[in-house]
């Protein structure tokens, strides 16, 4: 069984451009969830997908950050116009129950914004 | 919003060694979990735990969940090589609002040859 893939890798961006990273869950999961781990820090919580609906996107950090789940299997994280603070590890993770803490993550995307 | 202390922040040990890392919180959470990162993986569920008090074992594991549900430990028994790697805590409030989990910092386990 695939596990929860994200692309790209890596990307490095001028600040003021835009960035779009997908995450595709393991098929089945309803939940999907964005995560960000800025350099040292903890891993916050962005916001959380049950299938095509945000059933909590308080973790967002402004309105420079747009996620989606049209469909309700893959998802996307814009980030337009990105800025040197966002740059980060963005991980996905999915998981088939609600109010669990067992995830599957992601290898994480990480984000240079120079 | 709430925070996890979690410590140390690092720790360089020998092989064979035993190892302790722990959790705290000034927030009551109803789940603890201990979750491993690898360099250039994502983080990989390693232990969760559902009940004040207890004490869960997987492998040369063992975690276990503070009675004051503010607090958690992680101990590694005999460590080896593969068990190099950053070491997330993490806490689950449910119907607290915000659903997803609140992340400690990471304890780097480093082990020397």
């Known amino acids: 069984e695939a596990g929860v893939t994200q692309f790209p890798s890596h990307s490095v961006i001028e600040k003021g451009q835009t960035v779009t990273l997908r995450c595709d869950p393991i098929?089945?999961?309803?939940?999907l969830y964005w995560y960000r781990r800025v350099m040292g820090k903890e891993i916050k919580f962005l916001l959380h997908?049950?299938?095509?609906?945000?059933?909590?996107e308080s973790g967002m950090p402004n309105n420079r950050f747009l996620a989606e789940r049209t469909g309700g299997t893959y998802s996307t994280l814009k980030v337009q116009p990105a800025e040197l603070e966002d740059s980060g590890v963005y991980f996905c993770?999915?998981?088939?129950?609600?109010?669990?803490?067992?995830?599957?993550f992601g290898e994480g995307s990480r984000l240079t914004v120079l | 919003g709430q925070q996890l202390n979690q410590s140390p922040q690092s720790m360089f040990i020998q092989e064979g060694e035993d190892v302790s890392m722990n959790c705290t919180s000034s927030s009551i959470f109803n789940t603890w979990l201990w979750y491993k990162q690898d360099p250039g993986e994502g983080p990989v569920l390693l232990i969760a735990l559902y009940k004040a008090g207890e004490l869960t074992s997987n492998g040369r594991l063992t975690a276990q969940f503070g009675i004051t549900r503010k607090d958690s430990f992680l101990n590694i028994s005999a460590s080896i090589p593969s068990d190099v790697g950053i070491y997330f805590c993490?806490?689950?409030?449910?119907?607290?609002?915000?659903?997803?989990?609140?992340f400690g910092k990471g304890t780097h386990l480093i082990i020397q040859p």
């Open positions: 997908f049950v299938k095509e609906s945000k059933q909590d």
């Open positions: 993770a999915s998981s088939p129950n609600l109010n669990t803490g067992e995830l599957f």
């Open positions: 098929s089945g999961h309803d939940n």
């Open positions: 993490a806490g689950q409030l449910i119907g607290g609002g915000a659903d997803g989990l609140t």
